[in-house]
């Protein structure tokens, strides 16, 4: 018998009908939002996903045969957006949307997969939240369309990141923006340690990917972190 790889699989024609019906729905609604569809390639140099933090290990990366460079296969969209936007008019607008499978070499757990289909959109150059609640009424439209039930939308603020690190080493920032997101939260300890962050800040950053909650949660923090450069971004939340 033939098998495929942990963290792949392959999709059964009933599977798979299910699959183009909402990549269908998907489309339709960006669409009608004045989104305009982007193909990006397939593989990309490993310098454009390390400007944005990742970790090369996550990468599926060969040596391209062609000119010898490191390069690996798609790990996200959003860097490779930003680097087709940043070799075009910077000064533009763009409503973009995407859709397409991305390759994660990450640890397999039970259920969890290595290649992942996604589907977004990105305002590039939209200042201000009303683009951000524009991101909440599509996403609620694609909820009630495809009649996702016990849904939840979750909405944070990077500037409260971005923020309260101000000042650390471009590597550190990667790694810890990094580490933030995988919920290593032993890294994040290790990195931390190794700053001159203030203790309150520490301990903020620590908990982090922790913080999930209402209204409520979000006036708790404030209470508990009042720190000035970040009372902008929870007001906003």
Do not use: H
Not at 205 to 232: A, S, V
Request: charged content about 30%; hydrophobic content about 40%; proline content about 3%.
């Amino acid at each position: 018998m033939f098998k495929i790889p942990d963290g792949f699989l392959d999709l059964s024609p009933e599977k798979a009908e299910v699959f183009y019906f909402i990549k269908q729905k998907l489309k339709d609604i960006f669409t009608i939002f004045g989104f305009s569809p982007i193909i990006t390639s397939s593989v990309e140099y490993i310098e454009t996903f390390k400007l944005s933090g990742e970790k090369e290990d996550f990468f599926f990366n060969y040596i391209d045969p062609y000119d010898g460079k490191p390069a690996c296969f798609r790990y996200d969209f959003t860097p490779q957006i930003a680097r087709f936007i940043k070799n075009r008019d910077l000064s533009k607008t763009y409503k973009i949307y995407y859709d397409g499978s991305v390759l994660r070499n990450e640890k397999v757990l039970k259920g969890r997969m290595r290649e992942i289909f996604q589907a977004g959109v990105e305002l590039i150059n939209f200042s201000g939240m009303e683009g951000d609640i524009y991101l909440v009424i599509l996403i609620k439209k694609i909820i009630d369309e495809l009649k996702l039930k016990e849904s939840k939308i979750f909405l944070n603020d990077v500037n409260i990141f971005n923020n309260l690190i101000k000042g650390l080493e471009d590597e550190t920032y990667k790694n810890l923006k990094s580490n933030l997101i995988n919920r290593d939260i032993e890294q994040i300890k290790s990195i931390i340690s190794n700053t001159a962050l203030d203790k309150k800040r520490k301990d903020f950053l620590i908990n982090l990917p922790f913080f999930c909650g209402d209204i409520k949660l979000i006036d708790e923090l404030q209470n508990k972190y009042d720190f000035p450069e970040i009372r902008d971004c929870w007001d906003n939340l």
